[in-house]
């Protein structure tokens, strides 16, 4: 330890001042030792040079091994992440997939209802038609039936009124002649 201050020179400059020697070498070696005690608390919480880069490597050597760790750990979580967002992808997919496959499904289901639809219609229209077209021949049949009664009839009535005629003319004739 150094002392940056004259010792001798404090024990001349008080015998100076009216202290004997004694007192004087009593009074700086008193103070020496408070320095000295100073000294020491103040050393005990310093760290020398040496002890200061050992712990400066230390330190650094702890901040190397944490980035490592936060290295490794951002991989392994990047891996993580990576291989969980491939399973979204593949889960997406498949979804994916299972609805396209029911919209097959519905188009496929829908166009054959449609298609037993338009079959129904038309065979709807088809009875229909052929309901129509006997109705048609029915009353076409019915019409050629009355027309033909009719000509019945109408020669009946004719037979009718030319033998009424003719009994007619007979008796008139048989009038004439018998008043003749």
Do not use: P
Not at 97 to 113: G, H
């Amino acid at each position: 330890r150094r002392l940056f201050f004259d010792t001798h020179a404090l024990v001349c400059l008080l015998e100076e001042n009216g202290f004997t020697t004694q007192q004087s070498e009593v009074i700086v070696s008193a103070l020496v030792k408070i320095m000295n005690t100073n000294l020491d608390m103040i050393y005990k919480d310093m760290v020398t040079k040496v002890q200061q880069e050992i712990a400066l490597q230390q330190v650094m050597s702890h901040i190397g091994g944490v980035k490592k760790d936060m290295i490794i750990l951002e991989k392994s979580e990047f891996s993580a992440l990576r291989s969980e967002n491939e399973k979204i992808k593949l889960e997406l997919q498949q979804i994916k997939k299972q609805v396209m496959d029911e919209i097959t499904k519905v188009r496929a289901d829908n166009k054959l209802n449609l298609n037993l639809e338009k079959s129904r219609v038309k065979e709807l229209h088809a009875q229909q038609d052929r309901a129509l077209t006997q109705t048609d021949r029915k009353i076409d049949t019915e019409v050629a039936d009355l027309k033909t009664m009719l000509e019945t009839h109408k020669l009946d009535n004719i037979k009718y009124l030319a033998g009424s005629v003719f009994t007619c003319l007979t008796v008139a004739l048989g009038f004439y002649r018998l008043w003749i």
